[in-house]
């Protein structure tokens, strides 16, 4: 970690993190103060866009299907598949929950952040206990890339996307396979909302 000065805040982001089993107990070894902040959105779509990421790297990976069943006739989810098990937040919360208090831990919804960046970040901002500088005025939506983008980025005056990695165009799977998906999610997403207190939406 880097040494932090008087007034300064210092960040670290790692996705793996919400999910190693190891991670809360040697986060609260190092300071139980730490706030921790994760971003989720609905699981289905993650474990697509998790697959479109790998595809992209691995182009000859099995079927998207064929890595989301253990047994398709039965319909039957292969929940050791990573990509799958990630998806699980309440399990991983749980996890966390036996080192920091649920007030240390902000859930960013990965849907508002797209459909309403200031707001989400106006959160974010609140949370670390700092003025909410960053506003609707930092954003713009660009047609082109399909998601909102700064209009400055950091120390230039020039608009900034995300890269080519974020935003990819997913795969269009089966619908059975996706209601599948939505199922198998339901009860956990419903125990997460529940842990959270906010209601995400992903079960509408
Ligand atoms: N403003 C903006 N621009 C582009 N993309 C945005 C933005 N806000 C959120 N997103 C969503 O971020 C998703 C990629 O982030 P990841 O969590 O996969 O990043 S990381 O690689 O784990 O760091 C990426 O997922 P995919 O759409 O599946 O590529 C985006 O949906």
Known sequence: MPKTLEGQITMEKTPSYFVTREAPARISAMSRETKLIVVVRDPVTRVISDYTQTLSKRPDIPSFESLTFKNRTTGLIDTSWSAIQIGIY??????WLQYFPMDQI?????????????????????????????????????????????????????????????????????????????DFYRPFNMKFYQMTGRFFGWDD
Not at 90 to 95: E, F, P, W
């Open 90 to 95: 309440a399990k991983h919360l749980d996890n």
């Open 106 to 182: 902000l859930f960013v919804s990965g849907e508002r952040l797209i459909s309403d960046p200031a707001g989400e970040l106006g959160r974010v901002q609140d949370f670390l206990g700092l003025k909410r500088i960053i506003t609707d005025k930092h954003f713009y939506f660009n047609q082109t890339k399909g998601f909102p983008c700064l209009k400055k980025a950091e120390g230039s005056s020039k608009p900034h996307c995300l890269g080519k990695t974020k935003g990819r165009t997913h795969p269009n799977i089966n619908p059975e396979v996706v209601q599948r998906l939505r």
